[in-house]
């Protein structure tokens, strides 16, 4: 068996700042560290996080006053930090900072006038955080969504949820200009971020080219998910693989060339013991 390990593994800049702060902040903190959600989309670094003392909550409510809360990654609603400042809550948000820039140009169309459309999985805390930014923004998740009329005589900004992939997004914008001749002006932002793209047009090549696909990373990670889909699409066995304990590698041939390929959170030295599982006596 030969592993064909693709450039674009281990961590984006994003969660790997993410990630940095966050340990950064529990090796300053002799109290526990509380966390809105899940930090990054991936169950063993989350995990790995919690042994160290870090408690993840579903909402500022059920921190207690005057303690630390990490707000996630991929964004978190505005009305978070109102709750927080009233309960005396101290914030560290590791927003990633293409998210944040995504969040500016939702409130510029906003301000704008014109009719925000954000192409996205509707209940992504991502889609949901810039939601709260546009109340009435329309979110579209599937060509099947795209309404008829919809946007007469208006001014629109299409941006899209950082983790898309980009046939998807241009499929969407064409659909919603066939299905809306009537609109004023169309704005196009094409919001999904460059890690994203590099890794979705890498997993294209490498599933062509290999006999065998593993995507490494957690199945709640939006933009892993999209890489298998992707992958299976073009090379029927291509694998999500969330851990070395996985099942998967009983299906795994023994010959051949193996690619491997990561979501953006999934850290480095899981990909390692991946590679190391295959190379296993089997």
């Given at each position: ?18 990630i ?9 903190s ?23 003392n ?10 207690p006053a005057?303690?630390?809360?990490i707000?996630p990654?991929?964004g ?37 006038g014109?009719?925000v459309?954000i ?5 992504h ?5 810039l ?19 919809a ?6 900004g ?8 980009r046939?998807?997004f ?7 200009l ?27 090549d ?20 999209r890489?298998y ?5 073009i ?8 851990s ?11 010959h ?16 390692q ?10």
């Amino acid at each position: 068996m030969r592993v064909k390990l693709a450039r674009h593994t281990g961590f984006c800049a994003g969660v790997k700042r993410a990630i940095s702060i966050t340990e950064k902040t529990l090796e300053a903190s002799d109290d526990a560290v509380y966390c809105l959600g899940a930090i990054i989309h991936n169950a063993q670094v989350m995990a790995r996080l919690q042994s160290r003392n870090l408690v993840q909550v579903d909402s500022p409510a059920k921190v207690p006053a005057g303690s630390k809360l990490i707000l996630p990654s991929h964004g978190s609603p505005h009305k978070v930090r109102s709750e927080a400042r009233r309960r005396r809550i101290r914030l560290i948000d590791v927003m990633c900072p293409y998210v944040s820039s995504v969040h500016a140009i939702c409130s510029r169309i906003r301000k704008a006038g014109m009719k925000v459309v954000i192409i996205g999985d509707k209940d992504h805390p991502e889609v949901r955080a810039l939601a709260e930014l546009a109340p009435d923004a329309s979110i579209i998740s599937d060509i099947g969504g795209i309404r008829h009329n919809a946007f007469c005589a208006c001014d629109v900004g299409i941006i899209s949820q950082t983790t898309q992939s980009r046939e998807k997004f241009l499929a969407m914008v064409s659909g919603i200009l066939e299905k809306n001749p009537k609109v004023r002006s169309v704005h196009i932002y094409n919001t999904i971020c460059l890690d994203t793209s590099c890794r979705q047009e890498e997993v294209r090549d490498l599933a062509r080219s290999v006999d065998q696909l593993l995507v490494i990373g957690s199945r709640s990670s939006a933009n892993t998910n999209r890489l298998y889909n992707i992958g299976r699409r073009i090379n029927r066995r291509t694998y999500l693989v969330e851990s070395a304990a996985s099942g998967v590698f009983n299906r795994i041939g023994r010959h051949g060339t193996v690619g491997i390929i990561s979501g953006a959170s999934a850290p480095d030295w899981l990909v390692q013991q991946i590679v190391r599982k295959l190379k296993e006596p089997r």
